[in-house]
């Protein structure tokens, strides 16, 4: 039941229609067992699972308040369902490299798994919670209005990553119909359905030559340009339909991408591209690893961590990691850039369009040839990076 499915448009159209129908006390309860249902068509082990980790921590957040012990086993908690499920084959292969060093190193096999869907999402929003929970920053809500916040449907799979707050402030405005909310919704929706539909599967023709060796330099470019244009829109897509299946329900979900591409640098990039999850990075790791205020090795630290667990976090391989690394190291060298040769620039210069075009057109191929460690295993990526830098 994907979003760009017929089924999901009519899964989506009967929710829809029955929920407006209901009285406003069932509206909630009846949203949350549509959600249910939509994670048990692909999951229909792991729901109770889910649930109950769930349960556990909306219990547990409301004894939070200052015990760091307890916020610690918490995430601990929360973080090793999400490494079970999602990284073990990245340890399992870790494990195979040292035992070239160790031999008596015992054999770890992968068992067998299937994914929850919006697993690491689900995670992210459950360590939100509970961290503002320790904070005393949480507002109160009913368990119903928790879980429906936990497993709404429209951005379970691919977010954005919705902060309960905000969500719980418009759970509680939401009243009756408005034709206003259909119109959004429907015209999100098929905004997501021609980007994903038309233009991302249409650039994934061309961007698949970025798996072939063998190929001239500009063939590779080519290829980088097209998964550049394909991961945007396809990603946005899907934003889009999530945002406008919410809407319909009455919900503004956060927006995701502001014309990230257009940006004249990477830092500003990053506060553009996937809103929800560098707003998150930011401020459930990078400000509690001390942000900007620490020293500038510090600084330098904090952002290779975070750009790391950002790479690990879109996928638990190496060449993810190396993507979160690259783009770690851009950010640094962009503050040396702020810190040591901005200011010597002339004001005219610095100012003027013709510096504002050059950055961009800096940052959108330096965010390009970062794809290219998105896309693909990390030996084929270095051979496309030699091939797009040096041409041979």
Do not use: C
Not at 226 to 246: K, N, P, R, T
Not at 316 to 338: D, P, S, V
Not at 350 to 378: C, K, N, P, Q
Request: charged content about 10%.
């Amino acid at each position: 039941m994907t979003f760009t499915t017929w089924l999901y448009g009519l899964f989506l159209t009967g929710v829809t229609a029955a929920y407006w129908v209901l009285p406003r006390s069932w509206r909630n309860p009846f949203l949350l067992g549509a959600s249910a249902v939509f994670l048990a068509y692909f999951l229909p082990l792991q729901v109770l699972l889910l649930f109950f980790v769930s349960t556990a921590v909306y219990v547990v957040g409301s004894r939070l308040r200052s015990r760091g012990f307890m916020l610690a086993f918490a995430i601990v908690f929360i973080v090793s369902i999400l490494a079970y499920y999602k990284y073990q084959g990245l340890i399992a292969d870790l494990l195979h490299k040292l035992a070239v060093w160790l031999p008596a190193l015992p054999a770890f096999k992968v068992p067998p798994l299937v994914v929850p869907l919006g697993i690491s999402f689900f995670t992210f929003k459950l360590i939100h919670y509970m961290v503002d929970s320790y904070r005393g920053t949480r507002p109160q809500g009913s368990y119903v209005q928790f879980l429906l916040y936990i497993f709404l449907f429209p951005i379970l799979p691919s977010g954005p990553i919705e902060r309960w707050p905000d969500f719980l402030r418009q759970n509680r405005e939401l009243h009756g119909f408005q034709w206003a909310h259909l119109a959004e919704g429907s015209q999100r929706i098929i905004s997501g359905l021609f980007k994903k539909l038309v233009v991302a599967d249409t650039a994934a023709v061309y961007a698949e030559k970025m798996h072939v060796t063998g190929l001239g330099g500009f063939a590779y470019w080519i290829a980088a340009y097209a998964y550049a244009v394909q991961i945007y829109f396809d990603f946005s897509g899907y934003s889009d339909i999530a945002i406008g299946s919410a809407r319909l329900f009455g919900y503004k979900i956060m927006e995701n991408f502001n014309y990230p591409y257009l940006k004249r640098n990477l830092s500003l990039f990053w506060k553009s591209w996937h809103i929800s999850l560098t707003s998150w990075f930011r401020d459930y790791i990078f400000i509690p690893l001390g942000g900007s205020r620490v020293p500038f090795g510090r600084v330098i630290m904090n952002t290779l961590i975070v750009m790391g667990l950002t790479g690990l976090w879109h996928g638990a391989a190496l060449h993810f990691i190396a993507w979160g690394l690259f783009h770690g190291l851009g950010l640094i060298t962009l503050r040396l850039y702020g810190k040591y040769v901005y200011g010597q620039i002339p004001t005219l210069w610095r100012d003027s369009g013709l510096m504002t075009v050059a950055g961009t057109l800096l940052t959108f191929h330096f965010v390009v040839i970062g794809w290219v460690f998105f896309a693909t295993d990390f030996g084929q990526s270095i051979y496309v990076i030699r091939k797009l830098l040096f041409m041979i």
